[in-house]
């Protein structure tokens, strides 16, 4: 570079040098300086007020941001069907329970749905007790939300005898709720009782299932529901169930009537689990198949109860 070359002032190095008769301040150097000190006090106080609205900005988003990155803590849910039924059920509530990220198990008892083929004398409630039991077990599930429908509700109070510290909760969906010493017979329908009686005096070890209309389903899913029931096997009727207070012990209980599907044991089971501080009681507008003909609104609750 020539030693000789000077740099060209910048327009605003011109200014800055000029006064408004646009001669040369070159003469006042006390005068620039003090100019540029208030540029310069001008600069940091803004970048202050920008510093202090910006940590202001962070303090109020923190909590929110806090909220948005607390991990999502996923339920377990083990679901029991009832009487003629089976896991195929609980789809509508297990894929909704599923997309909000929980693990869903809907084990279908000995003899019924995809195991109708099963299907023998020696079925009884010990072994629909068992078929719980070990996917408990043999799943390594802990904390889980035990959820049972109409008959199941004998099999989870069997099971919550042997299972009680992997339970966190217990639902009753439009169930029994036995006491120790009762078997089927002793709170089944007259209805039932009619069927047990004749397939006992006829040498069979089931009954036909009801149809849709007797559970009152929405006409809509009748026939899908018609065509996936499967017979009841007697023998789960006609043993007393053994219990010793473990389901009183479960910390969170919780009871749903179905307010559309008329059974005076429903409703003692509702109004005595009503009148106990320990239970949650719900109502919904529906027939007894709660999983089929409200999904969502059941979905909302076992979250709630979970």
């Known amino acids: 570079m020539d030693a000789g070359w000077r740099r060209r002032p910048s327009d605003a190095e011109t200014l800055l040098d000029s006064g408004p008769s646009g001669k040369s301040n070159a003469a006042m150097p006390g005068q620039f300086h003090g100019e540029k000190i208030m540029t310069e006090e001008i600069k940091v106080n803004s970048m202050r007020r920008a510093m202090v609205a910006g940590a202001a900005a962070a303090a109020l988003a923190r909590p929110t941001a806090a909220m948005a990155q607390e991990p999502f803590r996923s339920k377990t849910f083990v679901l029991v069907h009832g009487a003629s039924q089976g896991g ?16 869903v198990f809907t084990p279908t008892l000995t003899g019924l749905g995809e195991r109708s083929h099963l299907m023998s004398r020696d079925v009884d ?14 799943e390594s599930l802990e904390g889980i939300v035990l959820v049972d429908h109409s008959y199941g509700g004998w099999v989870v109070s069997g099971v919550t005898e042997q299972m009680l510290p992997a339970i966190s909760s217990i639902v009753f969906l439009d169930a029994f709720v036995p006491e120790n010493g009762q ?95 320990s239970w949650r009681t719900y109502e919904v507008a529906c027939g007894h198949d709660v999983m089929i003909d409200m999904p969502d609104r059941l979905t909302e609750i076992l979250l709630e109860v979970a």
Request: proline share 5%; aromatic share 8%; with cysteine.
């Open 88 to 103: 195929w059920c609980w789809r509508r509530v297990s894929d909704r329970l599923e997309r909000r990220g929980n693990k």
């Open 125 to 138: 409630l010990d072994m629909h007790i068992t078929d719980v039991v070990n996917v408990i077990k043999w």
């Open 183 to 277: 078997k089927g017979l002793d709170l089944n329908s007259e209805r039932s009782r009619a069927e047990i009686a004749r397939a006992l005096k006829n040498g069979d070890i089931s009954r036909p299932a009801p149809p849709a209309t007797t559970w009152n389903v929405n006409e809509k899913d009748r026939a899908w529901v018609d065509a996936k029931q499967t017979a009841q096997p007697i023998g789960v009727s006609l043993k007393p169930i053994k219990l010793t207070g473990a389901r009183d012990r479960v910390a969170k209980k919780t009871y749903i009537r179905a307010m559309n599907f008329e059974n005076p044991n429903f409703d003692r089971f509702y109004a005595k689990t009503k009148a106990d501080r």
